[in-house]
Each structure stands twice: as structure tokens, then as C-alpha cells.
């Protein structure tokens, strides 16, 4: 689990196929790296991967096709800035919300502007994830918890402060780009309690 607060900006080294899919080499860049160890999970741009290489300055993960296919990482250029977090410990202060890093699909930057020091954006969305997208709710982008702003029937708006402009890839976005997205775990268990209430 994770909690969507960027621990790191870290780059994509190189993408090697590997079998019919993909092992990505990923620079930490700032992302605290102590005490890493095989096996652990990594978030990278919202999605939960394994590290299955390291050295002092990168590590390495296997996407499989499901990944490639559902999130960004399988079309992202090479020297792409990339939101890391290491998966929380139990002592975690939880300052975002929960996060599985299990991506849900992609959304479009469709519309950017200053709104005060805050960045404004608004992203368009496939209308099935929209139903767990709710005003003053939570979602994660590209792996950085987000307060729901505004939401509609074509999409939803985040405010970004300049401390999350300035510590994530954000500042690297542009209109027409697409970003991960990550529902809040709640919405979904809802839904999925709602359907299957009458099984008992």
C-alpha cells in the first residue's frame, strides 16, 4: 500500500523487451533509496511494481503486458520523469489516502491554468470510472494523491499547490498528455458490496 505523497522524481533510464513484454530501468533521482531490497514494491507514476534489480543509483522492475497495456509506462519516452513512493510501513503518518497502486485506467490533461499560486487542471475520463470520482473525494494521478476539486459528467478538476508542483512530474505535464489513475479503494468496495448484496 501506499499513501499518493511522492517520495522521489526519479527518470526512465531504458525499456528492454523481455519475453513479449518489458523490464524498465528506472534512475531514483531523488527518491530515498536506503535499505532497499529485492522483492519490494515501488510506485511508478501510480503504479505498484517490483523491484527485481538494484544498484546505488536505479533499480529495475518487469511490466507485464496487462501493465503496458492499461497504464502509461509502455509509451512514455526514454529520460521521462517518473512520481516514485516506496510502499508505506505500518508507522506511516498517512497524509495522502490509501493507495494500491493498482492502476485503473487513463485519463487526458485536457485544460491547465493559474488559479492563484495553485495550478488548476482538468482531466477527461472513460465515463465507467467516473461513477467512483466524487467532489471533495480522492483520486491518485500518475501516483499523487489528489483532492477532487470539481467533477462532471465529462471529467473531474485538482488544484495543484506549488510544493506538489515543484516535488513531483507535474511540472512536466502538458495538455493532451496522458496520466494513471487510481480510484479511491472505497468507491470501488462499495460498488462491488452494492452488487452483490443480495448473495446472501
Not at 536506503?34 to 527485481?52: F, H, K, M, P, R
Not at 499523487?144 to 488544484?159: I, K, M, Q, R
Request: with cysteine; net charge negative.
Amino acid at each position: 500500500m501506499f499513501t499518493g505523497l511522492i517520495a522521489g522524481v526519479g527518470r526512465l533510464s531504458a525499456r528492454e523487451s523481455r519475453g513479449g513484454d518489458a523490464r524498465l530501468l528506472i534512475d531514483i533521482g531523488t527518491l530515498p533509496f536506503d535499505g532497499v531490497q529485492l522483492g519490494e514494491s515501488i510506485a511508478v507514476n501510480g503504479c505498484c511494481l517490483t523491484v527485481v534489480e538494484f544498484d546505488a543509483r536505479s533499480f529495475a522492475v518487469d511490466a507485464s503486458n496487462e501493465t503496458l497495456a492499461l497504464t502509461t509506462l509502455g509509451a512514455l519516452d526514454i529520460g521521462a520523469p517518473l512520481n516514485l513512493e516506496r510502499a508505506m510501513l505500518p508507522t506511516d503518518r498517512l497524509g495522502g489516502h490509501l493507495v494500491s497502486g493498482h492502476v485503473d485506467g487513463l485519463a487526458t490533461a485536457q485544460q491547465c491554468w493559474q488559479d492563484a499560486r495553485a495550478v488548476r487542471w482538468r482531466f477527461a475520463v472513460a465515463t465507467p470510472l467516473l461513477r467512483y470520482i466524487a467532489h471533495k473525494g480522492s483520486v491518485c494521478v500518475d501516483g499523487v494523491s489528489l483532492t477532487v476539486n470539481a467533477a462532471d459528467d465529462a471529467g473531474f478538476e485538482v488544484a495543484l499547490i506549488p510544493h506538489t508542483v515543484a516535488h513531483t512530474a507535474f511540472h512536466a505535464l502538458r495538455v493532451g498528455d496522458a496520466v494513471n489513475i487510481e480510484v479511491d479503494l472505497l468507491a470501488r468496495y462499495m460498488e462491488r458490496l452494492q452488487a452483490t448484496k443480495d448473495w446472501t
